[in-house]
Structure formats: C-alpha cells, structure tokens
C-alpha cells in the first residue's frame, strides 16, 4: 500500500485524484509519518516553483517579432547562398559528364551497339519462340507434362540413390 499511495501523493498535492484515491491517501497520511513528510517537501517544492515562476519577466512582443525578422534574414542569405552554390555544383557536374562523354565516347557507342545487339536477338528470340507456341496448340502443354515427368523421375532417382549403401 505504501508504494502505491507514494506514487499518488505528488497527483494529491496537485488535486488530480479522484475521491476514492484521494480518501485513500488522506488515510494513509494520518498513519504513515514518511508520507506527511514527503507530501511538505512536495508542498514546500510547489510553492518554491511557484514563486520563482512569478519572478520571471515575460519578454515584450517586439521580442518575437525581432528573432522572426532575424531568422527571415537569414534564410533570405542562406537561399542566395544555396542558389549560387548550386548553380556552379551543376554547371561543374555538366562539364564533368561533356568531358567524360568526349573521352569515353568510342567505347560508349562501342557498348551501346552491345546492348542493342543482346536486346534485338532477345526480342527476336522472344518472337520465335511465341510463333512456335502459338502454331503448334498443344506445344505448351507438351512441354508442362514433359517437364513434370521429368521432375518426377529425377525424384525417384534422387530418392533410390540415397538409400542406396555403398561399400568402401
């Protein structure tokens, strides 16, 4: 019960409890000596925060609309900062790529004709392929049958294979 109601007394202290915690509490507090002097500390803390929180002078509005005035200055010089930096970033990167292009160009139309080279006879073979499927009706489901008889047996092989013993 004393952990409990130790972690009701700083919520009793700020009238967040309900009636039955706060009965609670107020029972416990006649009987438990540790409890009363915690719930003092606790007051004594609260009026302390209280007091300092009075003292404390809330700046004029001119205040925020100065640091507002400041960090809009400031993002005004860091995009004109931002803007040139990027400019000369890509006008570099640009030079970059003309210059390897120049350089790299034999090899660059060399690979080019590689690549589309591979893709025509891939199409091509594609095609041929499509064509045969589709004049022969039953050519794909020939293929299927043949693919899972073949499936099948080479189970079976792998299967009889492993429980075969060898001699050595």
Known sequence: MHEYVEEL??????DELNSEERKA???????CKQCREEVEDLRFLKTQMLSAYKTIEIPDIGFEQEVIRKIQILEAENR????????????????VIIFALLKLSPILYASLR???TLFAVGTRITHALLVIVSDVPY?????IIVTL????I???SVRRLFGTKTTG
């Open 9 to 14: 007394l700083s919520p009793y202290i700020d």
């Open 25 to 31: 509490v107020e029972q416990h507090l006649k009987t």
């Open 80 to 95: 004109k900062a931002f803007s040139w930096k990027f400019c000369t970033a890509l006008v570099i990167g640009i030079l």
């Open 114 to 116: 590689v690549v589309y």
């Open 139 to 143: 050519l794909l489901g020939a293929f």
């Open 149 to 152: 008889i073949l499936i099948v």
């Open 154 to 156: 080479s189970g079976w």
